[in-house]
């Protein structure tokens, strides 16, 4: 099972910018879809973004697009969360997830979270003035 470390949680006035972590071991992320999702105080776990495996085809949820950027560095096995112009609704627990692995080319990921079967522990994302 693919062990992931999440990292960059922080306090941030709003419009302030966050880069996430999600580190791997065991596993390669190259040959997994990776999704970041949010949960926070009271309410449901949301699906943010996600990047495919091998193509690196990413998805966002429209309250991020346009803002926030999901990225996969192969050398250092991590997945990366750009979150810019960030506003107090974003507060939450952050979680990355990966299914797979999927060795073939030209697939999409979803956030449908019941297809991970792989999460980080989280890092607190706190936006507030």
């Known amino acids: 099972q693919v062990q992931l470390v999440e990292s960059g949680g922080d306090l941030v006035q709003p419009g302030g910018s966050l880069r996430l972590s999600c580190a791997a071991s065991?596993?390669?992320?190259?040959?997994?879809?990776v999704g970041w999702f949010r949960q926070a105080p009271g309410k449901e776990r949301e699906g943010v973004s996600c990047?495919?495996?091998?193509?690196?085809?990413?998805y966002y949820v429209d309250s991020g697009k346009g803002r926030f950027t999901i990225s996969r560095d192969n050398g250092k096995n991590t997945v990366y969360l750009q979150m810019n112009s960030l506003q107090p609704e974003a507060t939450a627990v952050y979680y990355c997830?990966?299914?797979?692995?999927?060795?073939?080319?030209?697939?999409?990921?979803?956030?449908?979270?019941?297809?991970?079967?792989?999460w980080g522990q989280g890092t607190q994302v706190t936006v507030s003035s």
């Open positions: 990047i495919s495996s091998i193509d690196g085809n990413t």
């Open positions: 997830a990966t299914y797979g692995p999927t060795l073939s080319s030209g697939r999409r990921c979803t956030l449908a979270a019941d297809n991970y079967n792989s």
């Open positions: 065991r596993a390669n992320l190259q040959f997994y879809a």
